[in-house]
């Protein structure tokens, strides 16, 4: 029997399979993926809570510094990254980040604007932005020199190689 009489007498497997295939392929191209490019299924990241010295979770969206369970705005996201796994001995916090007052301000009504048309967040004025690393007690603007430092530390601390980012 040739492929294609198998394929006109079980046209309805063969339409249910190519349909099965097309949707794998499409979750696959738009799944959210992190920087590596692998598919992330979390919606959580990881802050810092200042007053306890932990990780823990929130929501991806949210905008820091957030109210903790130990108090107001303790929460600070945190960028997490590994020159090997992600387990809990492996990983470091490599820096956190925080919005000044108005920058958080100015960034939550650009992003809501930009989501209700359809827009994307890339290019969204990052100057109220600050960041510092676990050992550092001042904020830096993550713009200015002493911020890419913290951001370019990242790029060569495993060995000189880019270290992996690292999700809940």
């Not at 979390?42 to 823990?56: A, E, H, K, R």
């Not at 809501?112 to 007690?137: F, N, S």
Request: neutral net charge; charged residues 25%.
């Amino acid at each position: 029997m040739a492929i294609r009489e198998v394929l006109n007498k079980n046209a309805a497997v063969v339409t249910i399979g190519s349909v099965v295939i097309i949707a794998i392929v499409l979750v696959y191209a738009f799944w959210p993926k992190d920087r590596a490019g692998k598919i992330n299924l979390s919606d959580q990241v990881y802050f810092y809570d200042l007053n306890t010295g932990s990780l823990i979770y929130a929501p991806r969206d949210s905008v820091p510094p957030i109210d903790t369970e130990s108090g107001p705005n303790a929460g600070v996201k945190a960028v997490v990254a590994s020159c090997g796994g992600c387990g809990e001995n492996e990983r470091e916090i490599v820096w956190m980040e925080r919005w000044t007052p108005q920058g958080k301000q100015a960034y939550v009504a650009e992003r809501d604007r930009r989501q209700a048309a359809g827009q994307p967040l890339r290019g969204i004025d990052m100057r109220g932005l600050e960041m510092r690393t676990p050992a550092e007690d001042r904020w830096f603007p993550r713009e200015g020199s002493q911020g890419l430092a913290i951001q370019q530390h990242i790029m060569t601390m495993c060995d000189g190689k880019p270290a992996r980012i690292c999700d809940p």
